[in-house]
């Protein structure tokens, strides 16, 4: 039995009759990058959704580290280390990058940290924050109001200031959405280097991003799983091929 870190059993949301997401059972394996992907109106959203405690679920639960969490609050569950990156991006846009991360780590020491602590302590949060942002590749940005941040760059400091929280899995919503190509390869890289001793799981429409970076993917379609294996599995399975048809193509993602 291999370490599964996050399950779903039985996950069913309903919206006025309509079934978005039916009787989904997934498992995701400790340190690995695991994909949720499918064409439009799979249902990926509403499962992310699901599972990172912005909607409850009509039935079925939700496990992590072998935990029921399926109705404990939201902050709850981001202090087991379960944490959604846009869940703190909402970066602060007049505030430089640098104070953005230190925010995050403030958010991590909690209420023992008060803003009229020592300019030791404040030093300290500048030195870890200066740390992450070396991580993420945006040394240079550190003094740059947030607000004027190119588009690619604002994810970085979004996982920047996720990493913060120190998540011991971590959950990126379309991380590679809106971008061109190099921001792209910056990003994929990102995850792949944050990705070292945590749990990945994300919804990504770019197939070649999860051909080259996941080890193991969902396919969703009408709200439930249709096939889940490596990429190489999914990308020559019959049924994956037809559900892209007339949408995302699959084909595209061996570029």
């Known amino acids: ?4 870190i996050l399950e779903t059993r039985g ?23 695991h994909a949720l992907i499918g064409p439009n109106g799979a249902g990926k959203t509403t499962v992310f959704n699901l599972v990172t405690k912005f909607l409850p679920p009509t039935a079925g639960s ?14 709850l569950t981001a202090r087991r280390g379960f944490v959604r990156s846009f869940q703190i ?21 909690g209420t023992e940290f008060h803003f009229w ?14 740390a992450l942002l070396e991580a993420v590749d945006l040394g240079s940005f550190a003094a740059t109001m947030t607000s004027e941040m190119p588009y690619g760059r604002k994810r970085a ?5 996720t990493l913060a929280l120190e998540p011991e899995m971590m959950l990126l919503d379309e991380p590679t959405q809106g971008m061109g190509h190099e921001d792209i390869e910056r990003v994929v890289e990102l995850i792949r280097k944050v990705s070292a001793n945590r749990t990945i799981l994300m919804v990504e429409h770019n197939l070649s991003v999860v051909a080259h970076l996941c080890h193991r ?4 379609t009408r709200g439930s799983v249709l096939a889940e294996g490596s990429y190489e599995e999914v990308s020559k399975n019959p049924q994956v091929l037809e559900a892209y048809v007339g949408s995302d193509n699959m084909n595209d993602a061996h570029h």
């Open 217 to 220: 993917i969902t396919v969703l």
């Open 11 to 33: 996950l069913t949301k309903e919206f006025k009759g309509f079934t978005a997401v039916a009787d989904v059972n997934l498992q995701v394996e400790r340190g690995s990058i």
């Open 1 to 4: 039995m291999s370490d599964v």
């Open 157 to 161: 400091l979004e996982i920047a200031t």
């Open 117 to 130: 602590k020592s300019a030791k302590t404040l030093n300290r949060l500048n030195d870890e924050a200066m």
């Open 62 to 75: 939700i496990h992590f580290n072998g935990q029921d969490i399926t109705h404990e609050p939201p902050a």
């Open 89 to 109: 991006s909402a970066t602060f846009p007049h505030l430089t990058v640098l104070e953005n991360v230190r925010i995050g780590l403030q958010r991590k020491l």
